[in-house]
């Protein structure tokens, strides 16, 4: 099964470089406009944060697309719409980044809590395909992140970072998912 893996298009808080987990927020003008549709597949799944559903829209119009509330971002708590530069000074900040983003942010979820999420909703979705077809998940960076730690042969999380509306094609077979190839340019703007 041929599994893409779409980050969301950019929103204002991504322009601002800020911590937008469970924040709501919709595309910005130049999010939208760097979008385009993508050759058709079997199936689009999405994140339930209206960025994620834009996104999914754009790329695939006319498309039936499932919302999977599992695949929403990770909470960041107190960092929520935070930048590094209004947080740098704070204590809690300081600790949560010396654990490499592992432990949880004061009223956040914890990574691995998050990963256990994505990966059983992933799990969930996987048992009904069959070995032939395609499915998209437009989905949050970190979302990609955990499902290619927990379920590529390499475990690393940091090396499957996506920028905004670009992602990775994988190979699903055998409970593992093997990247194709990366997609510099998933949509066919600049």
């Known amino acids: 099964m041929t599994v893409y893996l779409i980050r969301h298009g950019q929103t204002q808080g991504n322009l ?21 549709p993508l050759p058709p597949v079997d199936r689009v799944y999405a ?8 996104t999914a829209a754009l790329l695939y119009p006319g498309a039936a697309v499932e919302i999977v509330p599992d695949f929403r971002e990770c909470g960041f708590g107190a960092f929520e719409m935070k930048t590094y530069e209004e947080l740098r000074d704070d204590g809690a900040y300081q600790a949560w980044l010396d654990t490499g983003g592992v432990s949880a942010p004061p009223g956040g979820e914890s990574k691995d809590s998050f990963q256990r999420r994505t990966v059983a ?40 970072q996506a920028a905004n509306g670009r992602g990775f ?7 593992a998912l093997s990247v194709d190839a990366p997609w510099p340019r998933i949509c066919p703007h600049p």
């Open 16 to 36: 601002e470089r800020r911590y937008i987990g469970s924040t709501d927020q919709p595309l910005c003008p130049a999010g939208r406009e760097a979008l385009g």
């Open 47 to 54: 994140s339930p944060l209206r960025r994620c559903r834009e």
């Open 121 to 160: 909703a992933f799990r969930r979705l996987a048992a009904s395909w069959g070995e032939e077809g395609s499915a998209a998940l437009v989905v949050h960076g970190g979302t990609i992140m955990a499902l290619l730690e927990a379920l590529e042969p390499s475990h690393d999380f940091y090396r499957w």
């Open 169 to 175: 094609r994988c190979r699903w077979a055998e409970g």
